[in-house]
């Protein structure tokens, strides 16, 4: 019973870190996740709910925007590149995702870092996160 529990708990951390290190895979979703554990799509939610308290997309968004800032701050690739590694093919729907969710646009962000050496107000990462995802592309 008990062995029973940890292989479920590693799966389900397994879980959490194929999206974290996968984010930047355009059609990453629920249901190719669960192809590859072989789990239900409803399990993939609602894991995903139980470990971070975070739905699915908002879980995601944040592994992508995480991934994003990470590599402005820390290369000098042209933020078209950027955008691309991050999962999105549209520049328009990165540059927009990305001002909504901190506040500035990619060039601001990194323009920010460049002058201050530190990441912008709202860069800040989860102390519950294990860290900056690392992307498979």
Request: glycine share 6%.
């Amino acid at each position: 019973q008990e062995r029973k529990a940890e292989r479920q708990d590693a799966a389900e951390n397994d879980v959490l870190t194929f999206i974290r290190n996968n984010c930047a895979e355009c059609n990453l979703s629920a249901a190719t996740i669960g192809e590859v554990f072989q789990m239900p799509e409803k399990r993939i939610y609602a894991l995903v709910r139980e470990k971070t308290g975070q739905s699915f997309s908002d879980y995601l968004l944040k592994c992508r925007m995480m991934l994003a800032a990470h590599l402005l701050c820390g290369t000098a690739e042209l933020i078209d590149n950027i955008a691309l590694r991050c999962g999105y093919p549209a520049r328009s729907t990165f540059y927009r995702v990305f001002h909504k969710y901190y506040g500035l646009t990619p060039s601001q962000y990194r323009a920010g870092y460049d002058a201050h050496g530190m990441q912008p107000e709202g860069a800040e990462t989860d102390a519950n996160d294990n860290g900056t995802p690392e992307s498979s592309v």
